[in-house]
């Protein structure tokens, strides 16, 4: 029996095995963009429990619809050889087949129970931040790595997942300071330099925000997290009212990247950003019909917002995570598209019905009238939109994501209510923020504005 990077016995005796096992631990926590090489542990051991198990997380780390078919033969193969396995590795192969039922608690159990007996297994630990994030869980995101913190202070890994779990809860010095050792112990560390952008946004530090990603950005380039990152960048910008870097940004990092096929971060990433532009009175278009632009090459007609509702409609069935399908309604709904709307919401009441018991409310009785609420945003029926998120935002955090991906239906809910003339309601929100964000133009600006009438 052979040992991972981690110090974990691995159940094969293929030295080929457990390389491509140590790659790919390290591809997924470093957030590269090469975790495919798991393929080759299994090739190399088609025995190996854990690489078979490993082989069906890859499949379910894409967020597709397809992501629990594709990852079945791996866990078949893996049960097959389940009792050779170690304890490590049937934990590890139950979590992964609770995941694929969509039963996020039972995963989370055994992720919790690893982290009880197997602290180093570092992949273990970021999937179980995972699942707690999807669920809106800050406390269980934050104190599955403070369990295992002890087992791992020499490894880097460990300090980006901590100050992630620390931001999230709103501790933002330690979170900074976790996150800054995190990069200095190795500056190839996306995750980590995304938990300090969530730190230095949070706190409205934008020049400091602004300085900070741009130091680092050199190291995105073979990272899963390269539009993410970029769009921590973006949001700096947008609060600074540079809408021209926006633009750009959203061009060439976000939107306008090399990748022919946008994953589901990618695609919010983008559909947030045209959100706020808009918010904030920017035409993203690409050009108006009357410009001489029209004759430039690689551009039609199409809006930005043509382009990624294009990249939309081959997801409004998946339902892989509330917070995914807020930003996708919103899209179809922005274009016209509204049978795809239509289709959409049957298929999100449908799906709140038969939702697993512990995401069943989450859906039915947050994400889908916040879904309500972005369809009729969409439409300019501002009082009717203001209605649906005053109902959801109490409980948003159940849609999943980060608090700075959630921040959005905050500004829109605020955008309603100034356009509703709710002044009183806009300037408590607008006060609210301000407290924590006080250097930032556009709260200022809208809390001058309210203040005058």
Known sequence: ML??????EVTTDSPEAIAAINRFIDQILSMGNNPEVIFKAVEADTTSVIANAYAATLHMLAETADGPTQAAPYLKRAYEYCDSANEREQLYLHSINAWVKGDIDQAIAYQEEIANKYPPDLLNVQLGQKHYLDLGNKQGLLQIVEKVLPANRDNHYIYGMLAFGLEENQRYQEAEAAGRKANEMNRCHPWAHHAIAHVLYSQGR???????TESVCDVWENSSFYTHNWWHTALYYVDKEDFIKVLELYDTRIWGTTANKKTALDLINAISLLIQLEMAGVDVSYFHEDSDAADAPGKSIASRWEEVA????GHIHEHILGLYDLHYIYAL??????EWVEQMLKSLQSYAQTAKPCVQKAWSEVILPAAQGMVAYAKGEWATAAAFFKLALPRLHAVGGSDAQRDLFEQIYLDCLIRTKENEQARQLLEKRAAVRDHVPSIQRELARISSH
């Open 3 to 8: 040992k991972d990077a981690q110090g974990l």
């Open 206 to 212: 934008l020049d400091e925000g602004i300085a900070w």
């Open 310 to 313: 294009n990249s939309v409609t």
């Open 333 to 338: 709904a922005r274009v016209g598209r509204d």
